[in-house]
């Protein structure tokens, strides 16, 4: 079945540093990928999606490009801000309407 | 609404009794999915509503878990005899249709003592 692995949290950076969070994802046919956020306190958020292979999905700084030859759609910012501390998701949907999620990686970022 | 409203936000309920959760997604929405997500996971999938109908209730972990959309709006999740390994948070999605970004509310906390 549908399978999303994300690194292990909590991810601790100053402001200013460079994030990734890693996502590879086991999936039969040709899946969207998303990146949900979850910030202290609120709903589970779209940050952003791509839904074709070498597509680069893109919001708020944050990046990821769906790679179908590693499987992956790894989480990119270039500089983080205190602000964005919160609850990353990786997440995929395989054709149906349900989404498989990865186990969540929490990400602190400190002055 | 202006979102997904779920309530409670917080039940806490003794071990064999029955609850009920409910969920008010954006009007006009006619997917409507329920996720379960325990501490330290990611959200899994329990049921899809497509209007009034369950369209996949593959996610549904034993007969004890029911849920229902008899308007094609708010939904309920059921759950009979509770244990202890029910305790999580149970989100609710709501999105305008297939392939559609799903808006997510802030969950209900069941806590079965």
């Known amino acids: 079945g549908d399978s999303v692995t994300q690194m292990e949290g909590p991810v601790t950076l100053s402001e200013e540093a460079f994030l990734t969070i890693n996502c590879t994802y086991t999936?039969?046919?040709?899946?969207?990928l998303f990146w949900y956020v979850q910030y202290p306190g609120e709903g589970l958020q779209l940050l952003l999606k791509a839904t074709k292979a070498d597509d680069k999905g893109s919001n708020k700084g944050f990046e990821a490009t769906y790679r179908k030859e590693t499987t992956s759609f790894h989480l990119e910012k270039g500089s983080v801000q205190v602000s964005d501390s919160a609850v990353y998701f990786c997440a995929l949907s395989g054709g149906g309407n349900k989404l498989t999620f990865g186990t969540g990686t929490q990400l602190k970022v400190e002055l | 609404g202006a979102g997904v409203s779920q309530t409670p936000s917080n039940k806490v309920t003794e071990k064999g009794k029955y609850v009920e959760l409910r969920c008010d997604p954006i009007?006009?929405?006619?997917?409507l999915y329920w996720y379960r997500q325990s501490l330290g996971q990611g959200p899994e999938f329990l049921i899809y509503f497509q209007g009034t109908g369950a369209a996949d209730d593959s996610g549904l972990p034993n007969d004890r878990f029911f849920a229902v959309r008899p308007e094609g709006s708010v939904s309920t999740l059921k759950i009979q005899r509770t244990e202890r390994g029910d305790s999580a948070v149970y989100l609710c999605?709501?999105?305008?249709?297939?392939?559609?970004?799903?808006?997510f509310g802030q969950g209900t906390r069941l806590t079965v003592v």
């Open positions: 999936a039969t046919g040709y899946p969207s």
């Open positions: 999605a709501s999105s305008s249709g297939q392939g559609v970004e799903a808006f």
């Open positions: 009007s006009g929405h006619t997917a």
